[in-house]
C-alpha cells in the first residue's frame, strides 16, 4: 500500500547536528544500534540532505527529512511497551501509534467534524487565508497529525493547497483513503523547533497534541513565526475532567467513598500519569489566556467550548446528537484501553487497571451516570494578508 507523493517537495523536518533523527537521545545505545540495525532493513525508508530552500518549504542549509509511503516504512522509529505500538522519538507522549489507537483518532476526528459541523471553526479565516492566489502556494501544516483524517480532509477540500502532517509516528495509511497528491507527511518533534518553517504556511492546526508539547507557550511564539500573513492558528483539546449533567466538574472520589464511580477514577489516574510524563497536559486551560499575553501579533482570537454527551443520556436529543454522544463514548471506552501501558508505566497493578476499565464499561453500557466530555477549541487570526 502506497500513497501518492510529490517526492521533490522539499519539505524537511530541520534537526540538529547532536541529535539522532531516527532516536530520542535520552534513549540506551542499545536501543540505537537495535534501531540502526531496523534501518538497514527497511529499503522504502528515505533519507534526503538538501543543500538550499529549494522552494518554499526551507530557509536552512543544514537538513534532513524522514518522509514515508507506508506504515511499515516507519518501524524503525516505533517500539512495543506493554503490548502495544509507540513512538520512540519522545516519552512526553505515551499513547500509542498502532492502527488501534489511530482507528480512535479517525472516530474522535468524526465526532468534533461533526459536532463542529466542519473541518474547523473560523471558517472565513481560514478559507481567505487559503484561497488561491498568484504567487505562493496556500500551505496547511497540521502538528501532531496522528491518524491522517484531518490532513487528507484538508486536501479534498483544498486541492490547490498543500498539505503537510507533521507527527512522531506514521500514520497508518490505508489503502481505501490514500491521500491526494498535495498531501504530505513527515515525522519530526515539534519540541525541537518550528522556526525553520518560518513564514511557511497560512494555516496551522494542533488538536489534541498539549500533552506532547513540553512548552506550550514556545510553541505559540513559533506559530506566530511560521504563519504568512493573515494566517490562522487552529487548536481544540480535549478537557481531562469529567462534567456532570448541570455543567460541574466531577470531584474525584475513591472506591467505597461517596459519589465513587469507575469512570472518573479512570480519568483521574490517567491524568496523574500524563502529568508525571510532562507539563503538557496542564497546558490547554491556559491556551486561550496565552494567545492574549501574545498581544498584536493576533488580529483576532476567538474561543468556544464543546460539551459532548458520554453516551445517549438525556430526552429529546436530536438524532446528531445521539450519533456523536455515541462517538464521544466509543471514543472514551478505547481511551482508556489506548492509555493502559501508560498506566500500568505509572505502576498500576494490571488487574487495577482492568478492573476500572471493566467498571466504566460497565458504567457506559448502562448510561449510569449523566455526563459531558468538554472540548475547547480556539482559533488566531494573523494580521495582514499574504499575497
Not at 518550528?194 to 492546526?205: A, R, S, T
Amino acid at each position: 500500500m502506497q500513497g501518492t507523493y510529490d517526492d521533490a517537495w522539499p519539505w524537511s523536518p530541520r534537526r540538529g547536528s547532536d541529535v539522532s533523527y531516527f532516536s530520542s537521545s535520552s534513549h540506551p545505545s542499545d536501543a540505537d544500534d537495535e534501531l540502526d540495525d531496523k534501518m538497514s532493513q527497511a529499503d522504502t525508508v528515505e533519507r534526503e540532505e538538501f543543500a538550499g530552500d529549494g522552494g518554499s518549504g526551507r530557509n536552512s542549509s543544514s537538513l534532513s527529512v524522514y518522509s514515508y509511503h507506508s506504515s511499515v516504512d516507519g518501524s524503525a522509529i516505533l517500539r512495543d511497551i506493554h503490548g502495544r505500538t509507540f513512538n520512540n522519538t519522545s516519552d512526553n507522549y505515551m499513547l500509542p501509534a498502532d492502527v488501534a489507537e489511530h482507528d480512535r483518532l479517525d472516530l474522535q476526528h468524526e465526532m468534533l467534524k461533526k459536532k463542529r459541523g466542519g473541518l474547523f471553526f473560523a471558517p472565513q479565516a481560514v478559507r481567505r487565508a487559503l484561497a488561491p492566489r498568484d504567487g505562493s502556494r496556500p500551505s496547511i501544516l497540521d502538528v501532531g497529525s496522528g491518524s491522517g483524517s484531518w490532513v487528507i480532509e484538508m486536501g479534498r477540500q483544498f486541492p490547490h493547497a498543500e498539505v503537510v502532517g507533521l507527527d512522531l509516528a506514521p500514520a497508518n495509511l490505508r489503502s481505501y483513503r490514500t491521500p491526494p497528491s498535495n498531501c504530505r507527511f513527515e515525522c519530526d518533534d515539534a519540541n525541537l523547533g518550528l522556526l525553520h518553517y518560518k513564514g511557511c504556511f497560512d494555516v496551522v492546526n494542533a488538536s489534541c497534541v498539549s500533552l506532547g508539547i513540553t512548552n506550550y507557550r514556545k510553541f505559540m511564539d513559533e506559530v506566530v513565526e511560521i504563519l504568512r500573513p493573515g494566517g490562522v492558528f487552529l487548536t481544540v483539546e480535549g478537557d481531562m475532567q469529567i462534567y456532570d449533567e448541570n455543567y460541574n466538574p466531577v470531584s474525584l472520589a475513591n472506591e467505597g467513598e461517596p459519589g465513587f464511580t469507575y469512570t472518573v477514577r479512570l480519568v483521574g489516574a490517567i491524568l496523574d500519569a500524563m502529568r508525571a510524563k510532562g507539563p503538557g497536559i496542564d497546558a490547554y486551560p491556559k491556551i486561550y489566556d496565552w494567545l492574549q499575553d501574545q498581544g498584536n501579533v493576533w488580529r483576532d482570537i476567538g474561543q468556544k467550548f464543546l460539551y459532548i454527551h458520554i453516551g445517549p443520556w438525556e430526552d429529546g436529543m436530536s438524532a446528531k446528537d445521539k450519533q456523536i454522544s455515541e462517538l464521544m463514548r466509543q471514543d472514551l471506552l478505547r481511551l482508556f484501553q489506548s492509555a493502559k501501558p501508560l498506566l500500568l508505566s505509572y505502576g498500576w497493578f494490571e488487574e487495577t487497571v482492568d478492573k476500572w476499565s471493566a467498571g466504566a464499561e460497565e458504567e457506559f453500557k448502562i448510561l449510569k451516570n449523566k455526563y459531558y466530555v468538554r472540548w475547547l477549541s480556539r482559533w488566531a487570526i494573523k494580521p495582514g494578508q499574504t499575497t
